[in-house]
């Protein structure tokens, strides 16, 4: 369980996360969508313990953010940013070794490189193992990021939760891999991780998430299941654009369509 | 990866043999030629195995307090310069950078300049005990400051602009040589000599407490370089992954500028400067194609050492029995390498990274 009592951050001296407070429990997945500079990322650095934090608490399991050890949280606690840059030539595999270094000291074990390969098989990318991460494609290091997070939390800790945060986790993916990616993210979901991502597709979010968080000017506008908050009202409050939710014939949730109904004359006009 | 490390023992095992080769054949050279027999027989000596009949000759003495001190300085010199390269480009997250471009062998080089020609008008007791450290603790704080001052300038926003960095460097780098002109201006002759000597890089003064001094920082700038390869690693990914991996960063950089500044400072006092080695070091192995840091610093150690040694050797001989300033031969090297990566680096800006 992550517990958010009052959280507040500071960024070029303007406030850009104002006094949220929620609880994220395991075994469902939380969704935050908000415009951009809506505050989405630095509220994901703040409770993951790297940004700043001016006012609030943020508590793992119950115990305070600013009391944990480092390498322990690091333990239990991964996270995927937006693509990060890397300057280097490094294989693959070393990259989603890195996820086990919270776990050795000096040298990797045998099962530090049999659970990168378990979550390389996952992500379907054990073809790419000694590949040039600088090579792939955008797509492909996405799933390797990915991978990564996966090996950093692999072993559930003897106490308390797992956590996995996830900030744009598909911005870079085809349908077929946003969907594949999503599908593990279900699973991880299943087994009791605390599953908090980012999305920008708000169609995505309907399909996958269990509960969603709208955020706006660093504030917390509305937080609980998706049936019942997304809504064509407060999609125009936070995004400032009209939407209509079309129910889907098969009995699933409802597809979110965007724009004015006159603003797409039908016909030939 | 196992495989990959399989590959790594091979390549640590063909520059083992190497270094030794090098020291070898470089022990041989010189004013004095050695032959091989000999230096076996002097180093059994040494070691205490059975003696010659009568007194050490003039060519055994050489040998064991001048030729053999070179040596080891030389090797032991290449390989912190070269690991201070690997260190250097893991913080800075940037294959062009080594310790001369960030100042730090600049600022040593004021320190010591420093100490050359306002050495002697230091008095008192403490200047008394301080004595022979006095060399290397100001190389070590001038070399600290400058490296300190480029990587703030350069660092903007925990992202390293290599622009910045590279002006940044220039500037430093220019304060410090011109700090270093200015006691060069103000000495009398023989001080002013021995900077400008010192300047272009000169083992011709290597004795064993020198040697040892050197030897004292690399091997532990080594071991604790080993200590952060894992988070240097990490940090490829950038600072905030790099956090989220368990790595105290603002800790390891300072961490690491000090063990920098520490082997480099230190040989500096000693050697002078020379440029450009722990720049190609590193880059000849990423050709290798891996940018693990572990595998970078064992094997930067060893092929510094090597090529420092083959250096020294090719300065000895090309000007026989005068000797050529082996700063200005690694530069003559090096400085075709460090254009060739930042045109590259210009080049594929655009796909995201030097090695693209």
């Known amino acids: 369980m992550l517990s958010i009592h009052g959280l507040r951050c500071i960024a070029g001296g303007q406030p850009v996360v104002r006094d949220i407070t929620i609880d994220f429990a395991p075994g469902q997945l939380h969704v935050i969508v908000g415009p951009n500079g809506s505050g989405k990322s630095t509220f994901l650095k703040a409770f993951s313990g790297e940004w700043p934090i001016a006012a609030g608490e943020v508590r793992y399991d119950g115990v305070a953010l600013s009391s944990l050890d480092k390498t322990a949280l690091a333990r239990r606690r991964a996270v995927m940013s937006q693509l990060p840059e890397l300057h280097f030539p490094l294989r693959v595999e070393d990259i989603v070794l890195m996820g086990r270094y919270p776990h ?156 004015q109904t006159d603003q797409f004359p039908a016909g030939r006009g | 990866m196992s495989k990959a490390r399989a590959g790594f023992g091979v390549y640590y095992w063909v520059l083992g043999i190497g270094l030794v080769l090098s020291l070898i054949m470089s022990a041989r050279v010189g004013a004095v030629s050695i032959s091989f027999d000999h230096i076996g027989l002097f180093l059994k000596h040494a070691l205490g195995f059975g003696h010659g009949d009568g007194p050490p000759t003039i060519e055994e003495q050489l040998f064991l307090q001048i030729r053999l001190p070179r040596v080891l300085l030389c090797a032991l010199t290449g390989a912190a310069l070269s690991v201070s390269g690997v260190l250097m480009q893991a913080l800075f997250r940037n294959p062009i950078v080594e310790p001369g471009l960030v100042g730090t062998s600049s600022g040593a080089a004021f320190g010591a300049a420093f100490v050359f020609v306002m050495g002697r008008t230091l008095t008192g007791a403490w200047a008394d005990i301080l004595g022979p450290w006095l060399l290397p603790l100001f190389a070590f704080a001038g070399g600290a400051l400058a490296t300190w001052l480029v990587y703030r300038l350069s660092n903007v926003f925990g992202k390293v602009n290599v622009n910045t960095l590279l002006l940044a460097g220039i500037a430093v780098n220019a304060l410090a040589a011109g700090g270093t002109g200015f006691f060069s201006y103000i000495a009398r002759d023989p001080q002013a000599r021995s900077i400008v000597f010192w300047n272009l890089g000169t083992l011709s003064g290597a004795d064993w407490r020198n040697t040892s001094l050197v030897a004292v920082t690399t091997i532990a700038g080594i071991l604790l370089a080993l200590r952060y390869t894992k988070a240097l690693n990490a940090l490829m990914l950038g600072e905030t992954e790099a956090g989220y991996l368990g790595v105290r960063t603002r800790r390891l950089k300072t961490h690491i500028l000090f063990v920098n500044t520490l082997m480099v400072a230190v040989a500096t006092s000693v050697v002078g400067v020379i440029a450009f080695v722990g720049l190609v070091v590193p880059h000849i192995l990423r050709l290798l194609g891996s940018s693990d840091n572990r595998f970078l610093v064992i094997a930067s150690a060893l092929l510094g050492a090597i090529l420092l040694n083959l250096a020294d050797m090719l300065a000895r001989i090309i000007v026989a029995p005068s000797e050529f300033p082996i700063g200005v031969l690694t530069a003559f090297a090096g400085a075709p390498v460090f254009l060739y990566l930042l045109i590259r680096a210009n080049r594929r800006q655009q796909q995201g990274g030097f090695y693209a």
Request: charged fraction near 25%.
């Open chain 1, 104 to 259: 050795f000291s000096f040298g990797a074990t045998r099962a530090d490189h049999q659970i990168c390969r378990a979550a390389m098989e996952r992500l379907s990318i054990t073809g790419l193992a000694g590949r040039d991460y600088l090579t792939l494609s955008g797509g492909e290091k996405q799933r390797v990021q990915f991978a990564r997070a996966l090996a950093q939390i692999w072993d559930a800790p003897s106490d308390g939760c797992r956590y996995l945060f996830l900030d744009e986790p598909v911005s870079s993916l085809d349908i077929y891999y946003q969907h594949e990616l999503l599908e593990v993210v279900r699973e991880l979901v299943r087994e009791q991780v605390v599953l908090i991502a980012v999305l920008h597709d708000l169609n995505l979010a309907m399909q996958y998430a269990h509960r969603v968080l709208f955020l706006r000017q660093g504030l917390l506008v509305a937080e609980g299941p998706v049936p019942e908050v997304v809504k064509p009202d407060l999609i125009r409050e936070v995004f400032q654009i009209d939407a209509r939710l079309l129910p889907d014939p098969e009995g699933r949730r409802p597809v979110i369509v965007y724009g």
